[in-house]
């Protein structure tokens, strides 16, 4: 892909091994710079999001889905079927506040204990769903029921790639038109962290032109990692084991070795979004204190 193709050529350039003409005279500048922040458009975005009235709390939320080829249950409808089984969520009642330095370390440990909240600060709470049956019955409506009770509270939605999450929400929304008001008013609150890595409001040249979360947050955030000695290590790993657990092809006992790191794989991603949400708001920050300083001093010498 172009994005692959732009990651190679940073890392050649980095190395040496690639002549400078064949670099763009963009990359140039960030391999040169290491991070560019166009303050003033963050901050626009970043008020815009988290400062608006109506905004807090602030929830962060990442779905897992597998895709049913023949169901066994009669209550889904079709072939080739995408089915949300997993949710994490994690809701900051401050808003965007978590801003100690140490947040990361006690974001990690709550990712990985069976009583995530032991870990969380006062303001940060976490919810999640997780649904390891068989596909002879149909959890959707326990799973958005849940969902839409955790999230009843007005505030933003904070997701990575919104187009993923709003398109999970619809095909519920058109399952159960019962709860449509209140999904499509969710779909409506999706706020989309990418954004300021698509739109280049935030660049770093270890991210190599990507703006996924798994090249942003060992950036940022030097302290959370995704598990890589795990069984779930990645989300194909965790959709493949829950499609085979829904047709009944894993053992009790592997459910149960898996369950864990499955839950610690997705309550990263939310936990992730805390984290990074927390570092835009720093690097808008950066320099408030020195200006501060500076005309504190300048009283000083008038006086």
Same mark, same amino acid.
């Given at each position: 892909?172009?994005?692959?193709?732009?990651?190679?050529?940073?890392?050649?350039?980095l190395?040496?091994?690639?002549?400078?003409?064949?670099?763009?005279?963009?990359?140039?500048?960030?391999?040169?710079?290491?991070?560019?922040?166009? +303050?003033p458009?963050?901050?626009?975005?970043?008020?815009?999001?988290?400062?608006?009235? @109506?905004?807090?709390?602030?929830?962060?939320?990442?779905?897992e889905?597998?895709?049913?080829?023949?169901?066994?249950?009669?209550?889904?409808?079709g072939?080739?079927l995408?089915?949300?089984?997993?949710?994490?969520?994690?809701? &900051?009642?401050?808003?965007?506040?978590c801003?100690?330095?140490?947040?990361?370390?006690?974001?990690?440990?709550?990712c990985?204990?069976?009583?995530?909240g032991?870990?969380?600060p &006062?303001?940060?709470?976490?919810?999640e769903?997780?649904?390891?049956?068989?596909?002879?019955?149909?959890? $959707? $409506?326990?799973?958005?029921?849940?969902?839409l009770?955790?999230?009843?509270?007005?505030?933003?939605?904070?997701?990575?790639?919104?187009?993923?999450?709003?398109?999970?929400?619809?095909?519920?929304?058109s399952?159960?038109?019962?709860?449509?008001?209140?999904?499509?008013?969710?779909?409506?609150?999706?706020?989309?962290?990418?954004?300021?890595? +698509?739109?280049?409001?935030?660049r770093?040249?270890?991210?190599?032109?990507?703006?996924?979360?798994?090249?942003?947050?060992?950036?940022?955030?030097?302290?959370?990692?995704?598990?890589?000695?795990?069984?779930? @290590?990645?989300?194909?790993?965790?959709?493949?084991?829950?499609?085979?657990?829904?047709?009944?092809?894993?053992?009790?006992?592997?459910?149960? &070795?898996?369950?864990?790191?499955?839950?610690?794989?997705?309550?990263?991603?939310?936990?992730?979004?805390?984290?990074?949400?927390?570092?835009?708001?720093?690097?808008?920050?950066?320099?408030?204190?020195k200006?501060?300083?500076?005309?504190?001093?300048?009283?000083?010498?008038?006086?």
């Amino acid at each position: 892909t172009k994005n692959m193709l732009k990651k190679a050529k940073i890392k050649q350039y980095l190395a040496g091994k690639r002549f400078a003409d064949e670099v763009s005279s963009d990359a140039k500048d960030l391999v040169a710079s290491h991070v560019i922040v166009d +303050k003033p458009q963050l901050k626009k975005w970043m008020r815009s999001v988290f400062d608006t009235p @109506g905004q807090q709390p602030v929830y962060y939320l990442d779905f897992e889905t597998i895709t049913l080829k023949s169901p066994r249950c009669e209550a889904y409808v079709g072939s080739n079927l995408r089915v949300p089984v997993q949710y994490s969520l994690h809701v &900051d009642r401050r808003g965007y506040g978590c801003l100690d330095e140490d947040i990361e370390a006690d974001l990690m440990q709550s990712c990985e204990d069976a009583n995530p909240g032991k870990y969380l600060p &006062d303001n940060l709470e976490h919810f999640e769903y997780l649904n390891l049956r068989p596909d002879t019955a149909d959890h $959707r $409506r326990e799973l958005i029921e849940k969902l839409l009770d955790e999230t009843s509270e007005p505030g933003c939605i904070v997701v990575w790639n919104a187009s993923f999450e709003a398109s999970v929400l619809k095909d519920l929304k058109s399952v159960f038109s019962d709860h449509a008001a209140a999904i499509q008013n969710r779909i409506d609150r999706l706020v989309d962290l990418a954004d300021p890595f +698509k739109r280049k409001l935030y660049r770093h040249v270890d991210f190599y032109s990507s703006y996924s979360l798994k090249a942003v947050l060992p950036v940022l955030c030097d302290g959370m990692r995704y598990p890589t000695d795990t069984s779930i @290590g990645n989300g194909s790993q965790a959709s493949l084991f829950m499609l085979q657990v829904t047709k009944s092809m894993v053992p009790i006992k592997t459910i149960k &070795d898996r369950t864990g790191p499955i839950l610690t794989y997705c309550r990263i991603d939310t936990a992730a979004m805390v984290a990074i949400a927390s570092k835009l708001k720093r690097a808008m920050l950066v320099g408030k204190g020195k200006k501060k300083k500076a005309k504190n001093k300048q009283k000083e010498n008038v006086l």
